[in-house]
């Protein structure tokens, strides 16, 4: 067969030829690239040393882009097709491509991987796709799940094209619904810190003072005198890296199942020049209550922490969320984006989000939540921009950012001290809430330049207080010391509102991931600003007709509502009158192949009889299929709530009730007064594990 496309074959693409490698076919749309005049990406054959890369006579080595296995050269515009084809030319050299970026999008770079996913339609069959893999030199390397015949392929050596060019001409085919190359971009952190120390975390709570408006924080402490957060409701932070040392990370149970994807191992600690912008997001959220240092908005949950890669491609994204569920996460916040300035969502993208949501939680899906940005922009619209520096954007430019109109998601804008709408926050209709942070300029922050391009000047000032969280131990970090006020933007916004549907979780668990957004949103505060932005001159501080702000959502988060608003769910679910509720973190090893088990108590002193009845469980073990796990009522009646069926999963953060395990029904109507145990049993040899937890909430 002949490998080379044959026009005669497949219809020709609307796209004219000379254009197809300029164009990225991206979440249905069309991005224009331009290609970036003084770089691009070599993949080695061997894994060469940074030694070896600075010594190659192509170009300057500038880094390398692990995930995809690149090396980034640099060399003046007038050199650079002449020192790619000298790269090519090398034995050392897989292949070298230029690099790119999206059109006024600016210092938005975008590197090519070898990877494309294309969607068939649902009547096209393998022998089919075989095919057109074939006739575009492609090898199918793996399924998407949850997308119906839909694949991943690499391009092979006998491609006539790069991916770009690739995809053009595969979407021009009517076998084709989707076809995408897998691009990698830089992630942005939405915060960079500016402002003084402040001493107080009044954003959690306050009674008023220097720049604090009456309610400009979450009401956490009436929130508290419910609940504070339990171990099994476990929030993942997804950032560039996280100081486990520091001491309000430390506990019994605190940390679980942490991941470094930039380093590749289980330790995603910063390095000696990072800042931790991860540190000081996961202090807001999880600061462990512990007589020094601050707490966070949920002090008694469980912190799972995912150092992402740095870069925002598919297999990146997918990554992320695939270990967070994988893992047991209850919560995923994310307080970053891709710095561009449009960027929709590839298809992968998309699904893996909608996995996490709708699969994460055996099923209730995880909690996700995403900042809005610091740009003073909306985060689907137009904006007729003048008077940028150097004229950088100019004219009426189209604002997207895909993760945070993902329709599964909950995205987080900021107020300040002043109940005011934050200056740099992004706004819109897809704003779910929003949360107290500080007030600072607009700014984009740009990886490749290194420093920030700020939008049209604000000449009035800037009023409000700035968040104190959790910072490097000593001299590395923000600040010297522990802990930093200089936080800000909607990447301490988004912590906060993830803080609080943690504290949802922990008295309410069986709630859906839905089901917390919707009580979220229905219980925050309606605060008001009447004044125009500094900068836009717009008035977007008020609600329309559903009750929405394009400034502030449905309102600032309120915990205390929230939780009120959970509980009672959880009371009309148990139909009862009252709750009993005891809990046991005392963690115990799991003999190994051992019949007698472990067993682990809960007293109850209340004699009331039993009317509902809800066990949760948190264990780690090797091999969780060689696990049976019992219930031991007072009365020494057994049920058996998980058999011999949970295979290689190493992580259980289960929640059995009368609806999803009717046998709990045969201990409804018995006093609750007594001693409760969980009985655990490992009948095969050699893996191994513990009992983290577990809860037991009788509805009385």
């Known amino acids: 067969?002949?490998?080379?496309?044959?026009?005669?074959?497949?219809?020709?693409?609307?796209?004219?030829?000379?254009?197809?490698?300029?164009?990225?076919?991206?979440?249905?749309?069309?991005?224009?690239?331009?290609?970036?005049?003084?770089?691009?990406?070599?993949?080695?054959?061997?894994?060469?040393?940074?030694?070896?890369?600075?010594?190659?006579?192509?170009?300057?080595?500038?880094?390398?882009?692990?995930?995809?296995?690149?090396?980034?050269?640099?060399?003046?515009?007038?050199?650079?097709?002449?020192?790619?084809?000298?790269?090519?030319?090398s034995d050392d050299v897989a292949f070298a491509s230029h690099v790119y970026q999206i059109k006024d999008s600016p210092s938005t770079r975008v590197y090519l991987t070898d990877q494309i996913t294309i969607q068939f339609a649902t009547w096209v069959d393998s022998s089919t796709i075989n095919a057109i893999a074939t006739k575009f030199g492609l090898i199918q390397q793996k399924s998407v799940p949850s997308l119906p015949?839909?694949?991943?392929?690499?391009?092979?050596?006998?491609a006539q094209a790069n991916p770009i060019k690739i995809s053009n001409q595969l979407i021009a085919l009517p076998e084709v619904v989707v076809a995408e190359p897998n691009i990698i971009t830089h992630q942005q952190s939405h915060y960079q810190p500016r402002d003084p120390l402040y001493p107080q975390q009044w954003y959690l709570n306050h009674n008023g003072g220097n720049q604090l408006a009456n309610g400009s924080h979450i009401s956490v402490e009436k929130a508290w005198d419910i609940?504070?957060?339990?171990?099994?409701?476990?929030?993942?932070?997804?950032d560039d890296s996280f100081d486990l040392n520091h001491p309000d990370f430390q506990g019994s149970g605190k940390i679980v199942a942490p991941r470094d994807l930039k380093e590749n191992d289980f330790l995603p600690l910063p390095n000696e020049k990072e800042a931790s912008h991860g540190t000081a997001c996961a202090g807001i959220i999880l600061a462990e209550e512990n007589g020094t240092g601050i707490a966070g908005v949920a002090p008694g949950c469980a912190f799972m922490p995912i150092?992402?890669?740095?870069?925002?491609?598919?297999?990146?994204?997918?990554?992320?969320?695939?270990?967070?569920?994988?893992?047991?996460?209850?919560?995923?916040?994310?307080?970053?984006?891709?710095?561009?300035?449009?960027?929709?969502?590839?298809?992968?993208?998309?699904?893996?989000?909608?996995?996490?949501?709708?699969?994460?939680?055996?099923?209730?899906?995880?909690?996700?939540?995403?900042?809005?940005?610091?740009a003073n922009r909306p985060v689907s619209g137009t904006?007729?921009?003048?008077?940028?520096?150097?004229?950088?954007?100019?004219?009426?430019?189209?604002?997207?950012?895909?993760?945070?109109?993902?329709?599964?998601?909950?995205?987080?804008?900021?107020?300040?001290?002043?109940?005011?709408?934050?200056?740099?926050?992004?706004?819109?209709?897809?704003?779910?809430?929003?949360?107290?942070?500080?007030?600072?300029?607009?700014?984009?922050?740009?990886?490749?330049?290194?420093?920030?391009?700020?939008?049209?000047s604000i000449n009035t000032a800037l009023s409000g207080r700035g968040i104190l969280t959790t910072d490097q131990i000593g001299a590395a970090g923000y600040d010297p010391g522990n802990f930093t006020s200089n936080f800000g933007g909607t990447s301490s916004a988004t912590p906060v509102v993830a803080g609080v549907a943690a504290l949802v979780l922990s008295v309410n668990p069986d709630l859906t991931a839905k089901e917390v957004k919707r009580i979220l949103e229905e219980t925050a505060d309606k605060i008001v600003d009447l004044e125009p932005d500094p900068q836009l001159k717009m008035r977007y501080g008020t609600y329309d007709e559903n009750g929405h702000s394009q400034w502030f959502g449905y309102g600032k988060v309120n915990a205390w509502r929230a939780v009120q608003a959970a509980q009672k769910l959880r009371t009309a679910t148990f139909s009862t009158t009252g709750i009993l509720r005891g809990e046991n973190t005392n963690k115990v090893a799991i003999p190994d192949n051992d019949k007698q088990g472990i067993k682990s108590a809960i007293a109850i002193t209340d004699s009331s009889l039993v009317k509902d009845i809800q066990v949760s469980v948190n264990i780690t073990h090797d091999f969780l299929g060689d696990l049976e796990i019992y219930l031991i009522a007072p009365n020494n009646h057994l049920v058996l709530l998980q058999n011999r069926t949970l295979g290689r999963r190493i992580q259980l953060q289960a929640t059995y009730t009368v609806r999803s395990h009717p046998v709990l029904q045969q201990l409804l109507s018995l006093p609750a007064k007594g001693r409760w145990q969980l009985w655990v049993i490992d009948y095969a040899l050699k893996d191994t594990g513990k009992l983290n937890s577990w809860e037991l909430i009788l509805g009385i």
């Not at 300029?22 to 030694?51: A, C, Y």
């Not at 880094?63 to 090519?88: C, D, H, W, Y």
């Not at 015949?149 to 006998?158: C, E, R, S």
């Not at 005011?420 to 600072?440: L, T």
Request: glycine share 8%; proline share 5%; hydrophobic share 40%.
């Open 1 to 89: 067969m002949n490998d080379r496309l044959n026009s005669s074959d497949y219809p020709p693409t609307d796209i004219p030829t000379s254009s197809q490698g300029f164009i990225l076919q991206r979440g249905g749309e069309e991005l224009i690239l331009e290609k970036v005049s003084d770089r691009f990406t070599v993949r080695p054959q061997d894994n060469l040393s940074p030694q070896d890369l600075s010594q190659a006579n192509w170009g300057n080595w500038r880094r390398n882009i692990p995930k995809a296995q690149l090396a980034l050269f640099a060399v003046p515009p007038s050199q650079l097709e002449g020192a790619m084809s000298v790269a090519r030319a």
């Open 149 to 158: 015949n839909t694949f991943v392929f690499i391009v092979g050596k006998q």
């Open 227 to 238: 609940t504070r957060g339990i171990r099994s409701v476990v929030v993942a932070v997804v």
């Open 307 to 374: 150092r992402s890669t740095g870069f925002l491609d598919d297999e990146s994204i997918e990554d992320i969320f695939n270990w967070a569920v994988e893992k047991g996460a209850s919560i995923i916040s994310c307080s970053w984006g891709a710095s561009a300035i449009y960027f929709p969502l590839s298809l992968r993208q998309r699904a893996a989000i909608t996995r996490a949501a709708t699969k994460g939680r055996n099923g209730k899906g995880c909690v996700i939540f995403f900042s809005a940005g610091n």
């Open 383 to 456: 904006v007729n921009e003048q008077g940028w520096q150097k004229d950088l954007v100019k004219g009426n430019t189209k604002w997207l950012s895909g993760f945070a109109v993902h329709p599964d998601v909950i995205t987080v804008s900021a107020s300040t001290s002043l109940n005011k709408k934050a200056a740099y926050s992004n706004w819109g209709n897809n704003i779910s809430v929003c949360a107290p942070s500080n007030n600072a300029l607009p700014g984009m922050w740009f990886q490749d330049q290194g420093y920030v391009y700020t939008q049209p």
